[in-house]
Structures are given as C-alpha cells and as structure tokens.
C-alpha cells in the first residue's frame, strides 16, 4: 500500500514538473505557480474524481493552448474539459485538445470553453458521433463558418446530421465547406 502511494506521489510530481516546465517561470514565480497548480489539481481531483496526475498532463495541454497559468482562461479550459472527459469517458489531455483546437478553429476566446464543451457534449448524445469525430470535424468545417458567420450551433447542427448519415469526423467538415462554398458562390445555373 506504502508502494502505492509513493508512487501515485510520484506520478503526480512528475506530471506537474512536466506541466511548470510550460510556463516559463522561474525562482520565487516558480514555486507559486507550483504550488498553485498543484493545488488546483488536487482541488480538481477530488472535484472531478480523476487522478491528479492525470490532471496534471491535461494542464500541460491547457498551457499549450496559449492560456497563461493560472488566469482564468486557464481554469475556464480546465473545468470545462475535466467535466466533459468525466462524463463522456475520455482521458483529460485529449480533450483538453480537442477543445482547444475546436475553439482556435472557430476563432473564439478561450473563455468559451464551456459553451463548446457544450455543443460537444450534446452533440455526442444527440448524434451518431464522438467527441473526437466532432472535434475534427469542426476543424475542417471552421474557415468557411467563421467566414460566412455560421453560428457554432449551426455547424454542430449539419455535422451532426452528417453524422447520422455516417458521414463522420474530418470527412464531415470537409462535406460541409464544399457545401458552403458551393452555396455562396453557385455557378450560374444553380443560381
């Protein structure tokens, strides 16, 4: 049992020397952050019931997504990827990920975390597709939504009943943008 422990400690250690190495500090800064992220992790651990280690390696993902350690984009994008990892059965780091590129996609704050955690989460439910399936989707659909200002929702919604139809994944964003081009800008006799 004392084996155990040491090294679940030692995991967990390890995870948040892998993550303090993302932020750059040093000194004094160093150690605060340390201990702040550490004790984030473990607020969150129990929160969550999730490994603290495996929180950890979800908040290396969450510093590589630009957020600044700490600040609240830092705890927006990690609140909303643990309860969304909890309830759909993923590991953290992923869709820490997957959130991440989802959002820079779609051009939207950080901040936003939890209204796309959202549109993942009922997507995955509602439809014939997973978090990740949607999460690339999205990337491929995101540069003609955002330029012909297509509410989120919306794209969710046509991913999804592309997903219904097994159209899935990157192969759905890419359905979708062709459709989208087509529509605005039609040939002449469509238009």
């Known amino acids: 049992a004392l084996f155990g422990i040491t090294k679940a400690a030692s995991t967990f250690e390890d995870a948040l020397i892998d993550t303090m190495t ?5 000194g004094d800064a160093f150690k605060k952050m340390e201990k702040e992220l550490g004790d984030l992790a473990i607020s969150m651990s129990t929160r969550f019931g999730m490994s603290g280690a495996d929180i950890n390696k979800s908040f290396y993902q ?61 997507t995955s439910m509602l439809g014939a597709t997973t978090v990740p399936q949607m999460a690339e989707a999205m990337k491929e659909a ?25 159209i899935k994944g990157a192969e ?19 238009r």
Do not use: C, Y
């Open 22 to 26: 993302m932020t750059g500090l040093t």
């Open 142 to 166: 995101s540069k003609v939504a955002v330029e012909m200002k297509i509410p989120l929702e919306d794209v969710a919604a046509v991913l999804t009943g592309f997903a219904g139809k097994g």
């Open 62 to 122: 969450v510093l590589s997504s630009g957020a600044q350690a700490g600040s609240e984009q830092f705890r927006a994008l990690s609140e909303s990827a643990l309860m969304l990892a909890k309830t759909v059965n993923m590991e953290p780091a992923i869709v820490v990920e997957s959130l991440s590129d989802a959002l820079h996609s779609f051009e939207m704050d950080v901040k936003n975390a939890e209204k796309m955690a959202d549109v993942f989460f009922k």
């Open 172 to 190: 759905a964003g890419t359905a979708f943008r062709m459709v989208m081009t087509k529509l605005a800008a039609p040939a002449k006799d469509a």
